[in-house]
């Protein structure tokens, strides 16, 4: 399989207009218009009956000390995990691309309604869910997409793994609520028949280069 992006090229950074936040001279950041991009596949296996798309970062840090606190930045070496921008599930065998915005358009405060998703898809739950548990404006159950938005102060590049896995089922039995482990853990157990990855860059850190 092959997956492309005509909304940024694999290993290059990618625009703001995809990502939750941007960067701001007076604020760190401003919230932005956080639009799904471009995905086209091809080169689909035989017997695919549907598709799952995933996006995550690896690089989140596993503390938060240090996240977003002036005068102070994350450094490089601390340990990372998994944090899940996109989960979206049930799409149709003869569907090979999603359209830049069709799937989010902006940002919205206290979540997204899900799983249901245009077209019958479903959209798993994203991890802004459990980030902005204690926040009162934004808390929420977020199902969808939403962009980037790594801390301000992170040394590090982040990297946005968009991955699409061609099922050999109509549909992913997931059990439980449809968490990123747990479609993960659906998946290592579904007839997956093929699947295919990009990579975006990512940083509202000022002093951090992205190409």
């Not at 399989?1 to 760190?28: K, N, T, Y």
């Amino acid at each position: 399989m092959q997956l492309i992006s005509q909304s940024f090229l694999d290993g290059h950074a990618i625009p703001g207009e995809f990502a939750f936040a941007v960067p701001d001279a007076r604020a760190q950041v401003a919230l932005s218009s956080n639009r799904n991009p471009h995905l086209a596949w091809s080169d689909v296996p035989e017997g695919t009956q549907s598709f799952v798309v995933v996006c995550h970062d690896p690089d989140v840090p596993s503390r938060g000390d240090d996240v977003n606190q002036e005068g102070r930045e994350v450094p490089a070496d601390l340990p990372r995990v998994d944090f899940f921008h996109w989960l979206l599930l049930d799409i149709p065998a003869d569907m090979l691309f999603i359209a830049a915005g069709g799937q989010s358009s902006e940002v919205t405060p206290r979540g997204k309604p899900g799983p249901d998703a245009p077209g019958g898809l479903r959209h798993g739950i994203n991890d802004y869910t459990g980030w902005f548990a204690g926040d009162d404006a934004m808390k929420g159950q977020y199902f969808g997409y939403d962009g980037p938005c790594p801390p301000w102060n992170d040394s590090l590049v982040h990297h946005y793994v968009f991955t699409v896995y061609a099922l050999g089922t109509p549909t992913l039995a997931v059990e439980g609520e449809l968490t990123g482990a747990n479609v993960l853990a659906a998946l290592a157990k579904a007839p997956v028949l093929g699947k295919a990855s990009l990579t975006g860059l990512y940083s509202l850190n000022p002093r951090v280069k992205v190409d």
